[in-house]
């Protein structure tokens, strides 16, 4: 799937929220937008979506099945969880059983008789999400899924993300709270001044500031050539990056598939004698 020199405003006289972005999708892919309040994470994941068109450019070869869970979830309907669920199963053809599975899964199957604008903000998310998944997704859109989510529910969303990439789809996520931060082989992809850039998979501040710091040779890999091995025609550079210890693995095995050497220290803190720069958060 490719952005393809998108641009969108609003309105005719409305500001451009993004322009001239560009971003490609693998099957497979977990994308993480990230950016500032306002800058456009919302609408472009509404454009990819499909739920907006592009004022220019285009979105290509988009999945044929799209889930997309809002950011607010409009409970303001006259149905129960249960009838809202079971409709929108029929509106995509998926067979009625999911209403069930889905609704165990998110936790939410107590709530399948209560009435969708009686729900808690937090079960109308689940709602919100529940819909998006009904439909076994090719492209997954889910904007700030973690929010006001209980803790079992926001556990089970990695898992849930997982399995669509597992079997090819492609997951965008808006993420203000970093819930999958430490998903491995997380892309993520920054929104700012109407374009979408790509940063580092993991901690794009802390690696950037580790480049720049005494004894990293300028000349061997960057965060920036993630995905390209270290030939023998580039000199190489060792650089110590201190992650949490719940991402290394993830970290190191994305970074081993993209060719590079990686030895892991899983030991305490990092070597006293060479402290790492402080990450400029
Ligand atoms: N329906 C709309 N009509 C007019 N302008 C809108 C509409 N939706 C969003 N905007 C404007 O488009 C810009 C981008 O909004 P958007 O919601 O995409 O940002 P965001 O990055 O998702 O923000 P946040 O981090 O606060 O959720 C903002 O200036 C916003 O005011």
């Not at 095995?253 to 990686?262: F, I, M, T």
Request: aromatic fraction near 4%.
């Amino acid at each position: 799937m490719r952005v393809a020199n998108l641009s969108f405003r609003y309105g005719r006289r409305a500001p451009w929220v993004l322009s001239g972005a560009e971003l490609s999708l693998a099957e497979g892919d977990v994308v993480e937008v990230v950016g500032p309040n306002g800058t456009g994470k919302s609408t472009l994941l509404r454009l990819l979506a499909g739920l907006l068109r592009p004022v220019r450019g285009a979105i290509e070869d988009r999945p044929p099945v799209v889930g997309y869970a809002p950011e607010r979830f409009p409970a303001d309907q006259p149905f129960t969880v249960s009838s809202y669920l079971r409709h929108m199963a029929a509106v995509r053809r998926a067979d009625p059983a999911v209403v069930g599975e889905w609704s165990e899964r998110l936790g939410m199957a107590h709530l399948l008789d209560q009435r969708l604008p009686d729900l808690s903000k937090g079960s109308a998310h689940k709602v919100g999400l529940a819909q998006a998944l009904l439909c076994r997704p090719g492209l997954l859109i889910l904007d700030e899924p973690f929010a006001g989510l209980d803790t079992a529910t926001r556990a089970e969303l990695p898992r849930v993300v997982g399995e669509v990439s597992a079997r090819g789809g492609i997951v965008v996520v808006s993420d203000h709270q970093g819930d999958l931060r430490a998903f491995p082989g997380l892309r993520r992809c920054e929104v700012r001044d109407g374009a979408v850039r790509a940063l580092d998979s993991t901690d794009s501040t802390r690696v950037e500031t580790l480049v720049g710091s005494p004894g990293a040779s300028s000349g061997g890999a960057s965060p920036a050539g993630a995905g390209r091995a270290v030939s023998s025609t580039v000199r190489a550079a060792v650089l110590r990056v201190e992650v949490p210890a719940a991402e290394a693995t993830g970290l190191a095995d994305r970074l081993r598939a993209e060719g590079y050497r990686v030895d892991m220290d899983s030991g305490g803190p990092a070597n006293q004698d060479t402290p790492l720069p402080e990450a400029a958060e």
